[in-house]
């Protein structure tokens, strides 16, 4: 991957904060979810309560933008337990995005073994 090319190639910043207010909204707004989307807001500078209606075809973007939004979707979803709605919607933008399951799969599970290896360094700095 190339660090200097932008991971959201094809995808505005708006329309990227409003494909993560979907999934946030799939079961009701939780506090650590809207503070990860104020946080998403604030960084490119988006109005939370101004958001575009997300397109149902996501297939042309960039297949990296396609990668990153959908590991930030999942991200997003495991903020607090994730919900059966929430995984609906994460299959439906998968299939949205044109990811194949293998792939969807594949970008789940490595957040989970990212967020584990946060849990263990945390384990490691902590008092």
Request: negative net charge; charged residues 25%; aromatic residues 6%.
């Amino acid at each position: 991957m190339d660090p200097l090319r932008n991971p959201l190639d094809g995808l505005s910043p708006t329309l990227y904060v409003a494909t993560l207010a979907e999934i946030a909204h799939a079961d009701g707004l939780h506090p650590a979810e809207r503070e990860l989307l104020e946080h998403h807001a604030v960084h490119f500078g988006v109005d939370l309560d101004n958001l575009p209606t997300v397109p149902r075809d996501l297939s042309a973007l960039p297949w990296a933008t396609r990668v990153l939004v959908f590991r930030d979707a999942v991200t997003l979803a495991q903020v607090d337990e994730m919900s059966a709605e929430e995984e609906r919607y994460l299959d439906a933008l998968a299939e949205r995005m044109g990811l194949p399951a293998d792939t969807a799969a594949a970008i789940s599970t490595w957040v989970r073994d990212y967020e584990a290896l946060l849990e263990r360094l945390d384990a490691l700095i902590g008092p």
